[in-house]
């Protein structure tokens, strides 16, 4: 299984911002996709899950009604949309695979596959 990552970058306050993550080479009928974040000197804490039909999302009430995660099935892609970006949004993101039949997780170590993250940066 791979995973790459895309769309990270510098932008602005207030602008927005969409981050993808492809997997590739999942053959598993059910997976759950997480979207994580890190700040310097921190963990990775979880910000958004979705299931691989996208019909169960899950958001941290820290981006709860800014962020939107989506996915398109047919391409085991998904997407992570940051509307209104704030200074606090600045970290490395990371999505994550989770083969796993729980529900969906924001505990790390519960995922088996990881993107190579991708930075994102707001400067005004």
């Known amino acids: 299984v791979q995973i790459v990552q895309s769309g990270g970058g510098s932008v602005q306050p207030g602008e927005s911002l969409t981050l993808t993550c492809e997997v590739l080479g999942l053959t598993l009928e059910h997976w759950n996709i997480g979207w994580f974040r890190r700040y310097p000197g921190k963990e990775r804490e979880g910000i958004s899950c979705?299931?691989?039909?996208?019909?169960?999302?899950r958001y941290s009430d820290s981006v709860k009604g800014r962020f939107t995660i989506s996915s398109v099935s047919a391409t085991n892609t998904v997407y992570l949309q940051i509307h209104s970006v704030k200074p606090e949004d600045m970290a490395v993101y990371y999505c994550?695979?989770?083969?796993?039949?729980?529900?969906?997780?924001?505990?790390?170590?519960?995922?088996?596959?990881w993107g190579q993250g991708t930075q994102v940066t707001v400067s005004s």
């Open positions: 979705i299931d691989s039909l996208g019909v169960h999302t």
């Open positions: 994550g695979v989770d083969e796993g039949w729980r529900g969906l997780s924001f505990v790390a170590a519960e995922y088996n596959y």
